[in-house]
């Protein structure tokens, strides 16, 4: 009897060590991709650091990743950092920017997914609707290429100011403006200080990111910009990584119902690409 009860002790045993085994090897405990067990995510504080810890971390972790969030305050470090190795993925730049800024330092660099997007907006301290400017009104807009020529084109839709016939909408910039309309003082400024400009001119761009990270609502903007899919922001890797699994899992984190359910709980009123909607 003794015997027959060892024997079922150790096949028991034997049958718990199996199982165990099979669920280490293929539920998730260890990271897909090996070569990248620990993730290192870069973003702009605030609203898209924020997705990643909320929507995406916890679903990498599942997978058996460890990440870790590398918060940025500009637009000019988190491309250096990802490009030097630094970071593994970067979020914090919509499309336009993303190939520009590859182009004019010479990085490979890119999109792996585009994301929900807070839009930029013109919010004021000193004026309550758009339709109190005023000749000499000052307007901070983005002194980035690309930014500069988003908000250039939505102070044309406002009737503020009208662009030269024939160019390229997305390269826009002081020199392309035809007509002073409003006869508005431009300001141009980093985007990362906008929010605080808010204090010293009638009328600032704000980048929907710092908006937020600055405790500025979006219903509080007098103006919110429709967002084409060129600048929806997007997820970004260095171009050699593109193919890695690692890579294949933060795509496929951005399309996963944890991450929709985190979206829909903290994100309302962001922009959201076709694959969300």
């Avoid at 990271?31 to 990248?36: G, L, S």
């Avoid at 030097?84 to 590859?102: M, S, T």
């Avoid at 060129?230 to 795509?251: G, I, T």
């Amino acid at each position: 009897m003794k015997s027959r009860h060892s024997k079922l002790r150790r096949f028991t045993l034997t049958l718990t060590l199996a199982i165990g085994a099979f669920f280490l090897l293929h539920g998730g405990a260890h990271a897909a991709d090996p070569a990248h067990t620990t993730l290192r995510l870069g973003a702009t504080s605030g609203p898209y650091t924020d997705q990643l810890r909320y929507g995406i971390v916890p679903v990498l972790e599942q997978q058996g990743y460890k990440v870790k969030l590398v918060e940025f305050s500009d637009y000019v470090r988190p491309n250096l950092a990802l490009a030097d190795g630094d970071i593994d993925a970067n979020l914090f730049q919509h499309e336009i920017y993303l190939k520009r800024f590859a182009q004019d330092h010479q990085l490979k660099l890119s999109e792996v997914v585009k994301v929900p997007t807070a839009p930029i907006g013109v919010y004021s301290k000193r004026h309550k609707s758009l339709d109190e400017v005023r000749p000499g009104a000052t307007v901070a807009l983005p002194n980035d290429a690309t930014n500069m020529a988003r908000a250039l084109g939505v102070l044309q839709e406002m009737g503020w100011i009208k662009l030269a016939p024939n160019i390229n909408p997305t390269t826009a910039s002081e020199r392309d403006i035809a007509s002073n309309l409003k006869q508005i003082k431009l300001v141009p400024l980093e985007a990362a200080q906008m929010p605080r400009a808010l204090e010293d001119v009638d009328y600032a761009f704000v980048n929907g990111a710092f908006a937020i990270a600055a405790g500025l609502k979006l219903t509080q903007s007098l103006h919110l910009a429709s967002v084409p899919d060129s600048f929806l922001m997007v997820v970004a890797v260095r171009s050699a990584d593109l193919d890695k699994p690692y890579v294949k899992d933060l795509r496929e984190a951005f399309h996963s119902a944890q991450y929709r359910k985190a979206l829909d709980d903290r994100f309302a009123g962001y922009v959201r690409p076709a694959y969300l909607k």
